[in-house]
């Protein structure tokens, strides 16, 4: 029963041109947070679920005015000495 009412009311929103307002696509989420002055730093997500067809997504992001810090993983270049 509850597929059934989640289908028929998705039917009316899509007919009327709209969507859950609990429900995002990735655009949208990355799309936020760029718009409230944070940088995506990374971004995962997985596969569409087999029972209802949605995806997990974890974003790390950090404040726009972060300070720009050196990759950890970068190798190091050290100033030779003259």
């Known amino acids: 029963m509850t597929r059934t009412v989640r289908k028929a009311v998705d039917g009316l929103l899509a007919a009327v041109g709209e969507r859950r307002p609990s429900e995002f696509t990735t655009v949208d989420t990355e799309r936020l947070v760029i718009d409230t002055g944070w ?3 990374r971004r995962e997500s997985t ?9 997990m997504l974890a ?8 300070p ?11 100033p030779h000495p003259s």
């Open 39 to 41: 940088d995506v730093k």
């Open 47 to 55: 596969s569409p679920g087999r029972a209802d067809g949605t995806y």
């Open 59 to 66: 974003v790390m992001a950090v404040p726009s005015s972060w």
């Open 68 to 78: 720009q810090r050196p990759d950890p993983f970068a190798p190091s270049v050290t």
